[in-house]
C-alpha cells in the first residue's frame, strides 16, 4: 500500500505498517499500485472521517455513522473541516476500513457510507 500524508509519502507492506501512520490532526491517503481507488482519512483524537474515492471521474463515498451527533473539526487539504456530526466515525472504525481496504483494494463494508 502506499501511504501520502503531510510527513512524506511511503510504501507500507503491511496492513499493522499502515495503521502506524494513524495520527491525529493528519490526513492520510491510502491506495494500492495504481493512484485509484484510494482512502483518504482524517483523524481528530478519537474520532475520523473517511473518503472512499472509487476512481478519477469522481465516484466518491464518506462514512456515515447515524448513531454519532458529536461535532469534529478535522484538518483536510491543510484546512478546517467541519463535516455533519454524521460522517464521523470511530478512529478503530477507520482503522478496520484501512485494514479491509488494504485486503480488497475495494469500498470498505465494515461501515455504512454515503454516496456524494
Given at each position: 500500500m502506499m501511504i501520502n500524508t503531510s510527513r512524506g509519502s511511503f510504501e507500507c507492506k503491511t496492513v499493522?505498517?499502515?495503521?502506524?501512520?494513524?495520527?491525529?490532526?493528519?490526513?492520510?491517503?491510502?491506495?494500492?499500485?495504481?493512484?485509484?481507488?484510494?482512502?483518504?482519512?482524517?483523524?481528530?483524537?478519537?474520532?475520523?472521517?473517511?473518503?472512499?474515492?472509487?476512481?478519477?471521474?469522481?465516484?466518491?463515498?464518506?462514512?456515515?455513522?447515524?448513531?454519532?451527533?458529536?461535532?469534529?473539526?478535522?484538518?483536510?487539504?491543510?484546512?478546517?473541516?467541519?463535516?455533519?456530526?454524521?460522517?464521523?466515525?470511530?478512529?478503530?472504525?477507520?482503522?478496520?476500513?484501512?485494514?479491509?481496504?488494504?485486503?480488497?483494494?475495494?469500498?470498505?463494508?465494515?461501515?455504512?457510507?454515503?454516496?456524494?
Open positions: 499493522r505498517e499502515t495503521l502506524a501512520h494513524l495520527q491525529s490532526g493528519e490526513e492520510i491517503w491510502i491506495s494500492g499500485n495504481e493512484p485509484y481507488p484510494c482512502l483518504a482519512v482524517v483523524i481528530n483524537d478519537d474520532f475520523a472521517a473517511v473518503h472512499y474515492f472509487e476512481n478519477e471521474d469522481g465516484a466518491m463515498w464518506l462514512s456515515f455513522n447515524e448513531k454519532n451527533d458529536k461535532e469534529v473539526t478535522f484538518i483536510a487539504g491543510g484546512e478546517q473541516w467541519t463535516p455533519e456530526a454524521e460522517a464521523v466515525i470511530t478512529l478503530d472504525k477507520a482503522a478496520l476500513c484501512i485494514k479491509e481496504f488494504g485486503t480488497t483494494y475495494q469500498r470498505p463494508s465494515c461501515i455504512q457510507w454515503q454516496e456524494l
